[in-house]
């Protein structure tokens, strides 16, 4: 999609993608374990202790989903486009991608 100048269409789908995943995991985890509001401190500490921990589950299990979502675009760059014969030039904006260019394609 990049090399066919749709990288835009791109960006936006996998946007969207990432913040319906959040929306979903914020509704099923996180709100359902908002403190319930009682005066007891004992169970204001076990609520609050609850929050933060599936706080934390949703942030690690994103963060897993990003370093995933990251390999597999990696991983169509690399393949789907020797497949297809599109020619991947190093860029130099591309920082860090020059060293996952040449990795890709051994001749640069």
Known sequence: MVLN???EMLYRG????VV?????MAKERIIPAFPSGTTDVTVQSSDASLLLVNVKN??????????R???I????VCHF??????P???LSFLGSGIRYHRQCVPNL
């Open 14 to 17: 996998v946007k969207q993608l």
């Open 81 to 86: 486009t020797d497949s297809y014969r599109f």
């Open 88 to 90: 991947i030039k190093p």
């Open 73 to 76: 675009l990696r991983y169509m």
């Open 5 to 7: 100048r749709h990288g």
């Open 20 to 24: 319906e995943n959040l929306e979903s």
């Open 69 to 71: 979502l990251g390999q």
């Open 58 to 67: 949703v942030w690690e299990e994103h963060n897993s989903n990003m370093v």
